[in-house]
């Protein structure tokens, strides 16, 4: 049963800290999109990609937040530093294509963040 | 700017009754429309999807509604079971026009279901 890894899957620091999430997308597929959960927001897109190139990042606070895709395997995302207002659960996803097809994208089990 | 609204934060529901959950957008664009179930630490599962084209997609218990001139969705299930107590979110995109074809989600409403 293919899945997304994500890790960690549960993260504290304090503030100013840095903080890098690891995304394993399923392999095949294409597309790879970061998003945050907040009770505020809902699930809030940060960026995405595709092919590994970077498509749309403007979700993302660019002064502290970077998301890159090194290999088709791993995508990162970086806080740096992290502050308590970044405490959330983000997930990452992964699809096929440039709309995810029927089933839209697959979702990882999400690192829970908590900047303290 | 929420492009997608779920306007009721929560629902509970009794075991056997339907369930309806409701989802508004503003975004005219939108041609595609999925429902994700959340499960506490565990990611969003997509439940079932709807294009413009059709205004009805029904799949076992859950069925989902569209109304384009209303731009509102619902998802309706019947009967409901314990186990649908959830958190659903809805979601929206665009099919074509390269980086635009992002999902975009709702805030969620978290469905109670009682025995």
């Known amino acids: 049963d293919a899945r997304v890894t994500q890790t960690p899957r549960d993260k504290v620091t304090e503030m100013g800290q840095e903080v890098t999430m690891r995304c394993q997308p399923i392999?095949?597929?294409?597309?790879v999109f970061w998003y945050r959960q907040t009770m505020m927001q809902g699930l809030e897109l940060l960026a995405y990609?595709?092919?590994?190139?970077?498509?749309?990042d403007s979700g993302m606070p660019k002064d502290r937040f970077s998301a890159e895709m090194p290999d088709a395997t791993l995508a990162t995302l970086k806080i740096q530093p992290s502050e308590p207002r970044d405490s959330a659960v983000y997930f990452c996803?992964?699809?096929?294509?440039?709309?995810?097809?029927?089933?839209?994208?697959?979702f990882g089990s999400g690192t829970r963040l908590t900047v303290v | 700017d929420q492009q997608v609204k779920q306007n009721s934060p929560s629902l509970s529901v009794q075991e056997g009754r339907i369930s309806i959950l409701n989802c508004d957008y503003t975004?005219?664009?939108?041609?595609?429309f999925l429902w994700y179930k959340k499960y506490p630490a565990e990611g969003p599962t997509f439940l079932i999807s709807?294009?413009?084209?059709?205004d009805k997609n029904e799949d076992g218990r859950f069925t989902v509604f569209l109304n384009k001139s209303a731009k509102h969705l619902s998802l309706h299930i019947v009967p409901s079971q314990p186990g649908d107590s959830a958190v659903y979110f809805c979601?929206?995109?665009?099919?074509?026009?390269?980086?635009?074809?992002?999902?975009?989600f709702g805030t969620g409403t978290l469905l109670a279901v009682q025995p």
């Open positions: 996803a992964s699809g096929l294509g440039a709309g995810g097809g029927y089933y839209g994208y697959t």
């Open positions: 979601a929206a995109r665009r099919s074509y026009g390269g980086a635009t074809n992002k999902l975009i």
């Open positions: 709807i294009s413009s084209i059709k």
């Open positions: 392999l095949g597929h294409n597309t």
């Open positions: 990609f595709r092919n590994r190139a970077p498509l749309d």
């Open positions: 975004n005219s664009m939108f041609d595609y």
